[in-house]
């Protein structure tokens, strides 16, 4: 099943150089997150070991080796958004989505909560992104209305 | 009826950057069509370009529209779908335009003082058509500069004084020279747009507003050099400005300006895009390489620089897109109008990123060498809140450091920022006022560089990890005698010894508070006191009998029922039932929960 | 004039050198040592560590010696009391991330770690803090993985990946959570592993141990006796590592002409046979069904005569000999002699054209 996604992704890179990453970028995309079954395909084909495909996701912030929530809500912890208190937004998302401690997905699978370094649009500080759709200037208010906004 | 002929050169413009979209301006354009269709105007309702923060960099007042008729134009702010009705109504059907949404003063002051060169265009070109960047002389540069022999083109960089905007501000014109003297055959030229810095959007304002301003400068920066292939490594986080150099770049290329003999004269020159994927230290120029390569982004020490040793072992020179975009200018207008722009060793505009506790939000353009009082007072329109006061700005990001209120008659050029300990970084500016901790600050900052350190060498990897933990605990209140001496004797050690600009510059936000607020330092290990009443653990929740009007919001806001008040009484907290989250201290608005 | 055509000074002696070369060659070559945590002759440099900054004359700030190239007129102090006192914390840091249970680590008294706590004085940590607490990873029969000892100086990754080419291992993660592991942390198998041990012959550390060894000595107790190895004609040398009377172990030293201190799976562990139960010790002669112990005489006696029989029978085109690959050249050599030159055939070869 995985094999025809694979191969589209091997036909567009056409073995040139230095492409690790943007297969993995591709991989993420197919399925989602990076799949062991996915490194070791191209790992055979293209002999780069699987261990330089797994350092090489495991530097990148982008790359997930789980599969994720079905709604992603990514709150921006940059400068701004922290001066201006994004961290209790994030906390009484955790609370209201009952995501347990140390955990990023709530028990059902629906919700994925993470933060970034900065989305970049600091004017409207604190910045919260719902399955890419901005909030600008949050509040902790303003979490059950985003949350309805999903469900 | 209106007469259709009478608005002919009607345009309304609406920002589509990140900040304008998050305000609704996706909602405003429909509005507008469904308006303007309904009474049978015609009109370009045109996506105005541009950058995240909104086509002026005022994303603080989101939406803009620019309302263009006769050659005249009203900015409306804070525009949503329900205005929009009146505004065509009244201004586009009757002439006379809605007054009291106009833009106020605040948004003449915030552009008034500023000095646009690189900003100039953006807001006003589209972005996805290269006629229009023609229109305005685009591509005149690269074609004087491929008139020219590569070495006249490096001497006018170099006199020019430009030096790099993407933080260590090394003289452009010279970096150049050194790859140029390189007898490789194949080189690079590497656009940097990875900017990382949390608090900086100017890269990406300018490639989402005016892309082909960075091509155009690598085409002239390529030649110089001496090299065929340009990269342009961009952050994954910012797809539109991804998507726009696409654009550009195939219109460039269908154009003849970028592929086989660009221009006619026999110089080829190809551009590949590269997406990060989520790592700051990839900003750093090796690392960055590394990256490229498909690898882990692992900085290696210089010598050997990337001008000598670079992409694939070979000659490479990598610059930030606003040194790039600088250039078209530089060689159509010549070095000397150039260098006479800014002081004596900091040359030309420099864009920041103006955020954090002022009024005007957003990006602003302004000659090296202005006073951080200017930026702040005149077009920053003075802090956020009347009632607080000026504490310090961060600049350079995490790998700067802050400059105290006491210090804002300091001219803003790479030297002065460094002799206090700071930097001019890629270009955020933080202003923070007193209800900031800066012990806080420090370790937001560290917090940030710990996560991004790549873990190759002990003093970044070990050294800032330590360094945040004792930070931790000093706001926690568990800071001990000798923690600010340990913390300045790693600072300095981590500094000196790290292998990338990283490690070298993450104390400096740590250095530079314990330099100028020692005193809050102190406050937080002896007396176990915030001043700024930021850290959670140092508050005391007691509640201000002076300051509490009762109003109750503390109240409500308790989940632990330890709040006692009715109305018209002043609040008490019960210590029994506190649980110390903090809920009431976020609910005061007057800053009475001490 | 030789082709050193570069002269610097390091600690004032004056040293002549080429372009290419590093610091810290140069200040090997003169017998000025820097201490060094994540080199290793055979690998690339890397610039890690940090440990072997030096101050380079006019450079405000130190630089590695192992990565930076010498420079001509490069005027170079190793030690001054800043790059003392950033080596001590440097250490330290090192120490404030590691169980610190020398008396009980299968590295004591060949640890790199240890060694420089001791030069720099460095006597536990003043940080104190998040330490790694890794479970220990031995799920293979050769190789002894304690994460939490690692020091990331990523040799054993990059000798595995420079050298074996074999890729079973790479670093992980990043910042403070970064460290040298497999694809998905999987445990290592023949599958995706050499079991060549270079790994754990580069760690400076405890980190990677030889598990077939734990327990069985301390490093200054072993008597090193130099040997050639016996199970290719490559000719590695080997140190075995003897203590009382028996081989607990097999390295091999830097200086080793022909291997450098590498050493493949069969040279490295496969040294069971030396004390085994089972080792034929004497030459075997069959009589009947059974074999019967002899003396090396009346072996030899036994294949003189049949070849002598055979010789005389058929002539020479009908004797031959297969030499091993375990010979050594010489001893190959010595085989090809005596076939053309007693059995006069040209039928000779050895096992390794297979
Ligand atoms: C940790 C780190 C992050 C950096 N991030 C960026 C960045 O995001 N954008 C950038 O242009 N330069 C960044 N730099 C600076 C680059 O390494 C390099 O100096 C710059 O791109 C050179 O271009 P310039 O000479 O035009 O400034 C970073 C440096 C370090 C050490
Ligand atoms: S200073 Fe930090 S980011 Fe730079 S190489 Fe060292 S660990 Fe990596
Ligand atoms: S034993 Fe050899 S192949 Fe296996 S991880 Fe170590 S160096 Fe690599
Ligand atoms: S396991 Fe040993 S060789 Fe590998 S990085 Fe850690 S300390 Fe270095
Ligand atoms: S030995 Fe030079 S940095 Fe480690």
């Known amino acids: ?151 | ?594 | 004039m030789s082709d050193r055509k570069l002269k610097i000074t390091i600690n004032g002696i004056e040293a002549a050198c080429e372009k290419d070369e590093t610091i810290l060659q140069v200040a090997r070559r003169v017998g000025v040592r820097i201490p060094t945590l994540c080199h290793d002759d055979r690998l690339e440099p890397y610039g890690g560590c940090r440990l072997c900054i030096v101050h380079v004359r006019g450079v405000p700030r130190p630089l590695s010696a192992c990565t930076t190239p010498v420079a001509d007129n490069m005027a170079v102090t190793t030690e001054t009391n800043t790059i003392r006192r950033i080596r001590k914390n440097l250490i330290e840091l090192l120490l404030s991330n590691h169980p610190n249970d020398c008396m009980r680590c299968e590295k004591t008294g060949d640890c790199a770690l240890q060694d420089l706590s001791y030069e720099y004085g460095v006597d536990g940590s003043r940080f104190e803090g998040e330490k790694w607490n890794l479970p220990v990873r031995e799920a293979n029969p050769f190789i002894r993985y304690e994460p939490n000892k690692c020091i990331l100086c990523g040799r054993c990754v990059r000798i595995c990946n420079e050298v074996v080419m074999a890729g079973t291992i790479d670093l992980t993660g990043r910042g403070f959570h970064a460290m040298p592991d497999t694809a998905f942390g999987k445990p290592r198998t023949l599958e995706n592993c050499e079991f060549c041990g270079q790994c754990v012959s580069t760690c400076p550390t405890g980190a990677l141990t030889d598990k077939k060894s734990i327990g069985k000595g301390r490093a200054y107790e072993m008597k090193k006796v130099r040997t050639t190895c016996g199970y290719c004609g490559t000719g590695c040398n080997l140190d075995l590592n003897v203590k009382d009377g028996r081989v607990v172990k097999v390295t091999s030293a830097y200086d080793a002409p022909v291997n450098h201190g590498n050493l493949c799976i069969k040279g490295r562990y496969g040294y069971d046979f030396i004390h085994s139960f089972e080792r034929i010790k004497s030459p075997l002669i069959r009589k009947g069904m059974k074999f019967v112990t002899a003396s090396w005489d009346e072996a030899l006696e036994v294949v003189a005569s049949r070849f002598k029989a055979l010789l005389k029978k058929y002539g020479p085109d009908a004797v031959g000999a297969f030499s091993s690959s375990r010979c050594t050249n010489e001893e190959n050599f010595l085989l090809a002699k005596w076939v053309r030159t007693s059995l006069r055939s040209n039928n000779v070869d050895n096992c390794a054209r297979v």
């Open chain 1, 1 to 151: 099943m995985i094999e025809k996604k694979c191969r589209e992704i091997l036909d567009k890179y056409h073995r040139e150089k230095g492409n690790v990453i943007s297969i993995l970028q591709d991989m993420q995309e197919s399925f989602g997150y990076i799949r062991e079954d996915a490194v070791n395909w191209f790992s055979e084909r293209l002999n780069i070991p699987a261990s330089n495909f797994y350092g090489v996701a495991t530097f990148y912030a982008q790359f997930y080796l789980r599969p994720r929530g079905e709604n992603i809500i990514t709150g921006c912890c940059g400068t701004a958004c922290h001066v201006k208190g994004s961290a209790p937004i994030i906390n009484r998302l955790r609370e209201h989505l009952a995501i347990p401690e140390g955990e990023d997905t709530s028990r059902d699978g629906k919700f994925t909560i993470e933060s970034v370094a900065c989305v970049g649009a600091c004017s409207i500080a604190p910045v919260f992104i719902v399955n890419k759709k901005v909030f600008g200037k949050m509040t902790v208010d303003r979490v059950p209305e985003m949350i309805k906004e999903i469900s």
């Open chain 2, 1 to 594: 009826m209106v007469n259709d002929n009478s608005l002919k050169d009607l345009v309304i413009r609406v920002c589509v950057g990140t900040g304008g979209l998050a305000a609704g301006s996706q909602e405003v354009i429909d509005e507008f069509n469904k308006a303007l269709a309904a009474r049978k105007v015609r009109a370009a309702v045109r996506k105005k370009c541009v950058g995240k923060t909104g086509c002026r960099g005022f994303c603080a007042k989101d939406v803009l529209v620019d309302v263009v008729r006769n050659g005249k134009t009203f900015t409306y702010q804070l525009v949503s779908p329900d205005k929009v009705n009146r505004i065509v109504e009244e201004h586009i059907i009757s002439g006379n335009p809605v007054d009291e949404w106009l833009v106020g003063p605040d948004y003449h002051a915030f552009h008034d003082r500023q000095t646009k060169i690189l900003l100039k265009q953006c807001g006003q070109i589209d972005p996805e058509d290269i006629t229009a960047y023609i229109a305005i002389g685009g591509y005149e540069g690269a074609k004087k500069a491929l008139s020219l022999d590569p070495f006249e083109v490096i001497d006018v960089v170099r006199t020019s004084g430009l030096r790099g905007r993407g933080g260590a501000g090394f003289l452009t014109g010279l970096k150049w020279e050194f790859c140029h003297k390189s007898r490789e055959k194949t080189k690079y030229i590497i656009c940097n747009a990875d900017e990382g810095d949390p608090g900086a959007f100017m890269d990406r304002s300018i490639i989402e507003g005016n892309p082909h301003s960075v091509i155009e400068g690598m085409i002239i920066g390529g030649y110089a050099v001496g090299a065929n292939y340009g990269y342009i490594y961009i952050r994954a986080e910012y797809p539109l400005a991804i998507q726009r150099l696409r654009t550009a770049i195939r219109e460039a290329e269908k154009k003849g300006f970028l592929g086989k003999n660009v221009f006619k004269s026999g110089f080829d020159f190809d551009i590949r895009i590269k997406e990060g994927a989520g790592a700051f230290i990839c900003g750093e120029e090796t690392a960055l390489i590394a990256s490229i390569e498909g690898e882990r982004g692992l900085p290696r020490p210089k010598p050997p620089f990337p001008v000598v040793r670079g992409l694939w072992g070979k000659p490479t020179v990598i610059n930030n897109v606003e040194t790039l975009s600088n250039l078209p200018s530089i060689l159509t207008k010549g070095a000397s109008w150039f260098s006479s722009i800014g002081t004596a060793k900091s040359k030309g505009t420099k864009v920041f990123a103006l955020t954090g506790k002022i009024k005007n939000t957003g990006l602003i353009e302004v000659p090296m060498g202005i006073s951080l009082k200017e930026i702040i007072y005149d077009i920053g329109g003075g802090m956020e809140k009347t009632n607080r006061r000026l504490k310090a700005v961060q600049t350079g990001g995490p790998s700067g450091g802050c400059i105290p209120a006491s210090h804002i008659d300091m001219p803003v050029d790479y030297e002065s920022l460094i002799s206090i300990g700071s930097m001019m970084g890629s270009g955020g500016m933080v202003v923070m006022d007193d209800t900031t901790c800066m012990v806080d600050m420090a370790r937001f900052f560290l917090t940030f560089t710990g996560n991004e350190s790549c873990g190759k060498c002990i003093p970044c990897r070990v050294g800032t990890k330590r360094m945040l933990e004792i930070l931790t605990r000093i706001t926690e209140g568990r800071g001990k005698e000798g923690d600010i001496d340990l913390l300045m004797e790693l600072g300095t050690d981590i500094k000196l010894s790290s292998l990338c600009g990283l490690g070298q510059s993450a104390p400096n936000p740590v250095l530079s508070t314990i330099n100028f607020f020692r005193d809050e330092y102190e406050a937080h290990i002896k007396d176990g006191i915030c001043p700024a009443r930021v850290c959670k653990s140092l508050r005391r929740y007691t509640v201000s009998a002076e300051l509490c009007r009762m109003c109750g919001k503390c109240f409500r806001a308790c989940p632990s029922g330890a709040v006692i008040w009715e109305k018209k009484q002043k609040a008490v907290i019960d210590k029994e039932k506190c649980i110390k989250c903090g809920a009431c201290y976020d609910a005061c608005p007057f800053g009475s929960i001490l």
